[in-house]
Nanobody, 122 residues
Framework: QLVESGGGLVQAGDSLRLSCAAS????????TTWFRQAPGKERDFVAG????????YYATSVKGRFTISRDNAKNTVYLQMNSLKPEDTARYYC?????????????????WGQGTQVTVSS
């Protein structure tokens, strides 16, 4: 099970840190990703962190502003979001897969959290 938290309503330029806490699975043994979905739009890849190496990968739209990290002691993956923009407004979901590669396709993942809402006002 994955549980996201940390979303909220912020102004453009502000920061948020999202958390994805895992239970019933060991986070370090999974490749974990963040996706986001705005109303009426598809679920888009945001960032991922590989199992084993913890190598990160980012969508072009967030590279340089967002940072994904993992705390094995807390069995949690984080998404630090800086310099937020109104276009970052969406519901953010974390997903996990036992594979070694970060897939940008949400259909690749079968373990999902319920999501946390991020709203950025201009």
């Amino acid at each position: 099970q994955l549980v996201e938290s940390g979303g909220g309503l912020v102004q453009a330029g502000d920061s948020l840190r999202l958390s994805c806490a895992a239970s019933g699975l060991t986070s370090s043994r999974y490749t974990t990703t963040w996706f986001r979905q705005a109303p009426g739009k598809e679920r888009d890849f945001v960032a991922g962190i590989r199992r084993g190496t913890d190598d990160p990968y980012y969508a072009t739209s967030v590279k340089g502003r967002f940072t994904i990290s993992r705390d094995n002691a807390k069995n949690t993956v984080y998404l630090q979001m800086n310099s937020l923009k109104p276009e970052d407004t969406a519901r953010y979901y974390c997903a996990a897969d036992a594979g070694w590669l970060i897939s940008l396709d949400p259909r690749r993942y079968d373990t999902w959290g319920q999501g946390t809402q991020v709203t950025v006002s201009s």
